[in-house]
């Protein structure tokens, strides 16, 4: 027998087991990640984990600068594999050797994984804060690619909370940066997330455009065809919804629903896709479906928000007619409100106090203007007595004069400036107040009580017939009252309708003769106001008539009369035949000093408009009077 090459064989092995051992052990964790990086790219995640198993294995990996950075990519792979629980404690645990690392780009990554995982878990403070953090890092990088990729981000985390304006500005900075670079990925979510935002907003034509752009890039992608068109599927049938083209939806329904059979489940566009199904089967009425989703969602912890998540699994139950389930689902909803209003509380209060700070240094910026203007007006006049005392030229003198009276007149201006703006801010401010008490009213309170009707409906104890009218009435008066806080729809009803239905609702909801019309006088038409002009009225009239209601005695009618002269000039008239009390004044135009009529003069002055309260024997009267041309 020849050993020759037996031996040869040892020879070799032993030579290679040396070279192996000879490797510095920073080099060879260099090749584990290489080695992983390249698997996870080509979805072979389990010879992945198989890899970073022998890295973490390795003698002395902890005390190499390599270890942070495969712990990031392993928790990377986590969120491939759906562990979120798992991959989110191992990216907090990279922080603190990120001081260390002088890699931008690692510092990008690990803090917008973080503030991904963040979002995932609805926890909005830290999710903005890490978003923030990685876009300050990729600014510094200078690397448009991620700069892109992060706009693209905040975009969604705007878009969950539905500031949709905040939503649209970071999908628009997205698509600038996007168009500069050649990461075609990037460029495809720009255009799918724009058009998702843009149909939201319901600027069809411009989701269009952005849509068919990502479906171009979607259709030339290889190996992830499946994923990317499946990405544009929100944006697809969110907009062809709007559209009411039931046909499309219908279509791309079924598209979908091929493709989610190449993708896992647990990926974000599947997620993605299986929550625009669920609202779509929703809207369409198909129940079932569509609580088939929420469900799977639930269970997974993942989607929508928990408190929509709840609801609308809740609205599913009550349309298929199983109602205990659907209040103990709004009931969880309920209870998860709760949970998070001290911490919503928090938030509010910290955004008030930024804008607070902000109208203070606008306030100091302002004023400082003033006094800067204030001093050239002096020393423009300082500057004319001068030439009349030394006996200059007559046209110098009126130069000087008239550059005084315009120093003058913009320190006026200014003045009457800023005070509008700062009324316009405090009515815009009241506005906001306005529509978060309705929905709080409405998605709180309101379906509170319904939950509690459901509930009596399905309780097997007696309950009085004058409890149950008493929780119908108090459920009635709530919506209402939701209703009435809302904002009219200035832009599909005029005016004078919204005034006549006013009118009309609060004349059976208080029992008395409530009556409106418009009046013409000469020539005059009947014009449409400019929606803010519009909007001011209806809330002076609603505060008018609520102060009447409130405050008079012996009321047994009240007119509301809008009056168009030519000019664009306009009267309001609100006449009652009320008793007034001690808190109105009825002499030389004073008004109350109580917050709401405060606010009518506010609201008064922010459209040019000037009030009077008129006491007369039998009669009171309210009268505004207001030009609409300086409101365009």
């Known amino acids: 027998m020849n050993l020759k090459p037996f031996y040869l064989f040892l020879i070799f092995l032993s030579i290679t087991i040396s070279h192996v051992k000879a490797i510095p052990t920073d080099t060879l964790l260099t090749q584990f990640y290489t080695r992983a990086a390249k698997l996870m790219e080509i979805g072979k995640y389990d010879d992945a984990q198989a890899t970073f198993d022998s890295a973490f294995a390795t003698k002395g990996v902890k005390q190499s600068p390599v270890y942070p950075v495969l712990l990031n990519e392993q928790a990377t792979l986590l969120v491939y594999l759906g562990k ?95 168009t500069n670079i050649n990461d075609t990925f990037v460029q495809f979510s720009s255009w799918q997330l724009n058009a998702a935002i843009k149909s939201e907003l319901n600027k069809l034509k411009e989701a269009e455009t952005s849509i068919r752009k990502a479906w171009s890039i979607a259709c030339q992608a290889d190996d992830n065809a499946a994923t990317w068109k499946i990405r544009c599927m929100p944006s697809l049938l969110r907009m062809f919804e709007r559209k009411e083209q039931s046909d499309s939806v219908e279509y791309y329904l079924q598209m979908g629903n091929q493709l989610l059979k190449n993708i896992p489940l647990h990926s974000i566009p599947a997620i993605g896709f299986i929550q625009i199904r669920a609202a779509t089967e929703l809207n369409r009425g198909n129940y079932r479906q569509a609580l088939k989703d929420y469900l799977w969602l639930r269970e997974k912890n993942i989607g929508s928000e928990p408190k929509t998540l709840l609801t609308q699994i809740a609205q599913c139950y009550h349309a298929i007619g199983k109602n205990e389930l659907a209040y103990a689902y709004m009931d969880s909803a309920r209870m998860w409100t709760d949970t998070l209003a001290q911490h919503n509380l928090t938030q509010q209060m910290a955004e008030f106090n930024v804008k607070y700070q902000t109208q203070e240094k606008e306030l100091q910026i302002t004023h400082l203007q ?263």
Not at 87 to 116: C, G, Q, R
Not at 134 to 142: N, R
Not at 147 to 155: E, G, Q
Not at 581 to 603: C, E, F, M, P
Request: glycine letters at 4%; charged letters at 25%.
């Open 84 to 178: 979120n629980e798992e991959a989110f404690e191992m990216k907090k645990s990279v922080l603190p050797y990120l001081p260390k690392t002088t890699d931008l780009e690692k510092h990008i990554s690990v803090y917008n994984d973080l503030a991904i995982l963040y979002r995932q878990r609805h926890i909005n403070d830290s999710t903005l804060y890490y978003y923030n953090k990685a876009l300050e890092a990729a600014l510094q990088y200078k690397d448009e690619s991620w700069i892109a990729h992060i706009y693209n981000n905040l975009s969604v985390f705007y878009f969950n909370i539905r500031q949709l304006d905040e939503a649209e500005k970071y999908t628009n900075l997205a698509i600038q940066y996007s």
């Open 370 to 632: 003033q006094e800067k203007l204030a001093s050239q007006a002096a020393f423009l006049k300082m500057a004319i007595c001068a030439g009349c005392l030394l006996v200059l030229a007559i046209m110098g003198v009126v130069i000087l004069y008239y550059k005084k009276r315009a120093t003058e007149k913009e320190v006026k201006l200014l003045k009457k400036q800023k005070e509008l703006e700062s009324t316009q801010r405090y009515i815009e401010g009241l506005e906001e107040e306005c529509k978060f008490f309705a929905k709080e009213l409405h998605d709180g309170i309101a379906n509170d009580l319904l939950g509690i009707q459901m509930k009596l409906a399905f309780s097997n104890e007696p309950i009085s017939q004058q409890v149950t009218e008493m929780i119908k009435k108090v459920h009635h008066d709530v919506r209402t009252i939701s209703h009435e806080l809302m904002p009219p729809e200035f832009e599909q009803l005029s005016l004078n309708d919204i005034l006549e239905h006013y009118a009309q609702t609060q004349s059976q909801n208080n029992q008395l003769d409530i009556c409106f019309q418009a009046i013409t006088t000469d020539d005059a038409k009947i014009e449409k106001l400019p929606s803010r002009t519009s909007r001011e009225v209806y809330r002076i009239v609603q505060e008018v008539t609520s102060n009447i209601l409130k405050y008079a005695t012996g009321v047994t009618h009240i007119d509301i009369a809008l009056v168009y002269h030519t000019n664009r000039e306009y009267e309001l008239k609100i006449t009652d035949n009320g008793k007034q009390q001690n808190n109105v004044s009825n002499s030389n135009n004073k008004t109350t000093q109580g917050i709401g009529l405060r606010t009518v003069a506010d609201r008064a002055k922010s459209i040019g408009g000037t009030i009077e309260f008129r006491t007369m024997e039998g009669y009171n009267q309210f009268y505004l009077s207001f030009n609409s041309k300086q409101n365009e």
